[in-house]
């Protein structure tokens, strides 16, 4: 009788032993999947932020006029920066065979 008694008594606690382990294993992985989603969340955030600091036009309507006069005010300067680099490298190599 004491044998039933002592067999069902420890079942019970390695009923209620596994049942809390189970609750454990449920909520650590809850965890895991809330901590996936905050961070997939925060990466989503800053490519919503990073997208939104693009400059883009404020005041009223860009004429096609305006569109080309600001691409081809871009492109002389462009080809100034390079004429400059190359004035620069010229004279640099100058100074150069100068020495020798």
Sequence with gaps: MQADTQSSFFAGRLQ?????????ATAGN??????GETEAAQA???LRAK??????QQD??????????ITQERECNKVEKVQAALTRARAK???KEKLE
């Excluded at 809850?30 to 901590?35: E, P």
């Excluded at 997208?51 to 883009?56: E, F, G, L, N, T």
């Design 30 to 35: 809850l965890a895991i999947k809330g901590l």
């Design 44 to 46: 989503a955030r800053l």
């Design 60 to 69: 009223g309507v860009m004429y096609t006029e305006k569109v080309r006069q």
């Design 16 to 24: 209620a032993y596994l049942k809390g382990g189970v609750v454990q």
């Design 51 to 56: 997208k939104a600091s693009r400059s883009v």
């Design 93 to 95: 190599e100058a100074r």
